[in-house]
């Protein structure tokens, strides 16, 4: 599809083949654009946050209800060793990546025992279970009181630099960088012989038993990559509002994840970022107006459903792809 010398078709489909770069020149300006800087940074955290469900939900096709626990174990694990211990902040970020890692090893191997509704209601069950324990466990997390007064130690390495990344630009760009890294774990993920695998499982899994995969372990594994990459979302949102309350792991939580993966456009790239972006800016409009704005946002979401069944970003990839494909008569 050529007009004028240029050429529609070939451009599309690199973009197609390389969607990062297009992503992360949308999110380099987001922050320059957005009202303020705080929901820009927030939305790329729980775009990340979204991202990792996406490879359980929408590569795997596993659906799950209590993937605010991996957020939560993150949150408070870097919120705890941040309170309790001079580490640096680059420490404090893997030790909430790390028993995220731990959690989700643990949850995915349990609940992977089962298929379908009672796997959905496994995972919920699990993230109740650490919302209570956290409530109940006041000495370590606060209790309903959360984590309060987190410390911001510097980007440091010792003898090389020590760098305040907390204004609110650079802070921005700062979980902008751990975005756009587990962007390109992502891609490569997706395009190895596993991530074929993953979405052959979510296609066709007796399909997959039939060529000899053990399609138990691989979700297993899906499940521990989703949970590292939304224990990441966790500590950086720990250190972007410092603190963490007990609604990080509750339900609602979960079900918010859910609706940003529907709104974007499950098993689409971007559409995470599209979700997040798109829920974060509708809260922030309608809470200005009345404090019951999950009543409006509610009915936007079921019509949304309805006539983009593969979410925005899903529906927009679609009709790009229809567009690409109709020849343009030259001229």
């Not at 050529?2 to 070939?10: P, Q, V």
């Not at 297009?22 to 800087?37: Q, T």
């Not at 729980?46 to 939560?72: K, V």
């Not at 020590?162 to 962007?183: E, G, H, K, N, Q």
């Amino acid at each position: 599809m050529k007009k004028n010398g240029f050429d529609f078709g070939k451009i599309m489909s690199w973009l197609a083949a390389n969607p990062i770069p297009l992503i992360v020149v949308v999110l380099v300006i987001v922050p320059f654009i957005s009202p303020y800087k705080a929901l820009a940074t927030q939305m790329v955290i729980l775009g990340l946050l979204a991202l990792g469900y996406n490879i359980l939900y929408g590569y795997t096709g596993l659906l799950s209800f209590g993937h605010a626990a991996y957020f939560g174990l993150g949150a408070y694990a870097t919120g705890i060793i941040l309170i309790r211990t001079n580490c640096s902040l680059l420490t404090a970020i893997g030790a909430g990546v790390f028993v995220a890692f731990v959690g989700a090893c643990l949850i995915g191997f349990l609940c992977l025992r089962r298929r379908g509704i009672y796997f959905a209601l496994l995972t919920l069950a699990f993230a109740q279970m650490l919302y209570f324990t956290a409530n109940m466990w006041e000495s370590l997390t606060g209790g309903e009181a959360g984590l309060r007064n987190i410390p911001h130690p510097p980007l440091a390495i010792p003898g090389l630099f020590s760098v305040d990344v907390y204004a609110p630009t650079r802070f921005y760009f700062f979980v902008l960088a751990f975005a756009v890294i587990a962007l390109i774990l992502l891609n490569r993920i997706l395009e190895s012989p596993f991530g074929r695998v993953l979405q052959g499982i979510r296609e066709n899994e007796n399909r997959a038993k039939a060529l000899g995969y053990n399609t138990n372990r691989i979700k297993w594994l899906s499940f521990v990559l989703s949970g590292i990459f939304s224990g990441l979302a966790g500590s950086l949102y720990t250190l972007h509002i410092g603190f963490v309350g007990i609604d990080e792991l509750y339900w609602e939580m979960s079900g918010k994840i859910l609706m940003m993966i529907l709104l974007g456009g499950p098993g689409t790239f971007f559409g995470p970022f599209v979700g997040a972006g798109i829920f974060l800016y509708l809260e922030d409009i309608i809470s200005g107006y009345t404090r019951y704005w999950m009543i409006v946002l509610g009915p936007i979401f079921v019509l949304s459903v309805l006539f983009f069944p593969q979410g925005v970003w899903g529906t927009v990839r679609l009709f790009l792809e229809r567009l690409r494909k109709t020849p343009l008569e030259e001229g």
